[in-house]
């Protein structure tokens, strides 16, 4: 099975719809989350939830003491209603807890009271846009947050300006439609959060593939910017007829020559990435399913993870050479996988890491070495727990000259450790919890804009079972002292299976429908963009 280069000429598409990315980033981050105080000084207090929970500086919550009685028929007090009694502000947060300041309150607050982020607040809701979608988006944001009290659109003036008008309204907090997106203010109209709305259709050119020529290869080199991209202009340079696990470039056996790896559900092939030649593969027998793989140039080494679901690892170590591909060794009860420990951008560090029936991944991690003889090891490792060998990078992402551990957690929520503590959580899972369907993660460190600070760029998955908008492109950054986490794309349409960095190019794998077979897969490469260009179109 060969990689086919094609060619495709492809429009800019426009909706006037927002991204199903752009709603569910706002439920991340306005959803209700249940806490307790666990202290109280003053005007301080501290809550038992923190950034493991999705909590971030800037969070409002509302604080609620015993209310009237809940009587039975037989008037026996069986509970109490809550009552609103203060909002606080997130001003400091840890692993498992948050610091917080009083914003208003009722009465005194004591240790043990109930807190929940982002209820029973007022919310208004202005559009300052000369669209024409600004009560569409009422509508959702009603709908999604029901448990905030919204004011009548018409009560609220579009040009609220300063605190004083928030608080003579009674305004807690309030949602903006402006030309360049969704931005949501607080009490003190400190702003809390900025959406930016995509004007793009939100799917990969190139469904209707009757104008595909198939063509000499060709490199094109064109300007975008990367952090805020629009596939409608990518290029479309590979098929593949079938569904394909997972897609690397790289150049593999050190010849100066990149190769394309895929990893179908019956083998693993090694073939000249856009140049003449053949692939060479290596087919599975036995029990268990291939679940991902990870290769380490110039050796040519590909660790392949094959699962026996309920029962343990037949996993496997292979090796591409003088273009042939063989087996060194099969049936290790391990997850392997090569990876960059240093950030050089070398993937030297060969890692296993113990299988545990229950949690999937163990807490035994081993150094190995990778030979003609098999597997030796090493030294066992220590990293945090939760960590695991197929769903983690090391990036130095905030340039301090020591690379972060980037994780995704069992709760699918990425995870930034430095020095073995915990500095950064993301709001809400990246990908759906752990389960046998969704195991591996895969996560690329990349200078995107040359300024010295690599991005970390993964795919980010729907939460809630299939969706039609499918995946979509995220980076981690550093910026202005803090992690910014951005979505790179809307969502594709499809589900991500490569991402890769090719002679300073980024390539894109996508798996969807095939549009001529009905139930037919098919596996797409995409050209997105120039490293380095974007900022500057």
């Not at 069986?78 to 001003?91: N, Q």
Request: one cysteine or more.
């Amino acid at each position: 099975m060969a990689i086919f280069c094609v060619f495709l000429q492809t429009a800019s598409v426009y909706s006037k719809s927002y991204p199903i990315y752009f709603y569910d980033q706002i439920i991340r981050d306005f959803s209700p989350v249940s806490s307790v105080v666990l202290g109280v000084s003053g005007h301080s207090l501290i809550l038992d939830t923190g950034k493991a929970d999705g909590v971030n500086r800037g969070d409002l919550f509302e604080i609620y003491g015993r209310g009237s009685p809940v009587l039975s028929k037989t008037r026996e007090v069986i509970g109490y209603l809550k009552r609103p009694i203060a909002t606080i502000r997130v001003i400091r947060t840890e692993d498992n807890r948050s610091t917080c300041r009083v914003v208003s309150t009722k009465a005194p607050l004591r240790v043990g009271e109930p807190a929940t982020r982002y209820s029973d607040m007022t919310a208004a809701f202005v559009s300052r846009s000369k669209s024409d979608s600004g009560k569409k988006l009422l509508g959702k944001l009603e709908e999604l947050f029901p448990d905030l009290i919204w004011l009548n659109p018409s009560d609220v003036p579009s040009d609220i300006l300063d605190s004083r008008s928030m608080k003579t309204l009674g305004i807690d907090l309030l949602f903006a439609l402006e030309p360049d997106g969704l931005k949501v203010y607080g009490p003190d109209l400190g702003l809390l959060h900025k959406y930016p709305a995509f004007r793009s259709g939100g799917g990969l050119p190139g469904r209707d593939l009757k104008g595909a020529l198939a063509g000499k290869a060709k490199r094109w080199k064109f300007k975008t910017n990367i952090r805020e991209f629009n596939l409608a202009n990518a290029h479309l340079i590979g098929r593949l007829l079938e569904d394909t696990i997972q897609i690397d470039i790289l150049d593999l056996d050190g010849d100066g020559r990149p190769e394309i790896v895929y990893l179908l559900p019956s083998a693993i092939y090694v073939s000249p990435y856009r140049n003449q030649g053949r692939p060479v593969g290596y087919r599975f027998s036995g029990p268990g399913r291939p679940v991902n793989f990870s290769a380490s140039g110039p050796g040519g080494w590909i660790a392949v993870n094959v699962l026996i679901d309920g029962a343990g690892m037949r996993s496997m170590l292979l090796r591409y050479q003088h273009s042939s591909l063989r087996a060194v060794e099969t049936d290790i009860n391990l997850w392997l996988a090569f990876m960059d420990r240093d950030g050089d951008r070398r993937r030297e560090s060969f890692l296993g890491q113990s299988f545990d029936v229950n949690a999937m991944f163990g807490a035994k991690i081993y150094l190995m070495q990778a030979s003609q003889k098999g597997i030796s090891y090493i030294e066992r490792i220590k990293e945090p727990r939760g960590f695991s060998v197929i769903r983690s990078i090391w990036s130095d992402t905030n340039g301090d000259g020591v690379p972060e551990l980037c994780t995704v957690g069992r709760t699918g929520k990425l995870l930034v450790y430095e020095n073995g503590e915990l500095v950064w959580s993301s709001p809400g899972p990246i990908s759906p919890g752990l389960s046998r369907d969704n195991l591996s993660k895969q996560l690329v460190s990349l200078d995107i804009d040359r300024n010295g600070l690599p991005e970390l760029l993964f795919s980010e998955v729907p939460e809630r079972g299939p969706s039609l908008a499918g995946d979509s492109l995220m980076s981690l950054g550093w910026t202005a002292g803090e992690y910014v986490l951005k979505a790179v794309t809307p969502p594709v349409g499809a589900h991500i299976c490569g991402l890769a960095e090719v002679q300073d190019q980024i390539i894109l794998g996508v798996v969807w429908q095939d549009p001529r077979v009905a139930g037919k897969k098919e596996s797409l490469l995409y050209l997105l963009g120039q490293l380095g260009s974007g900022l500057h179109s």
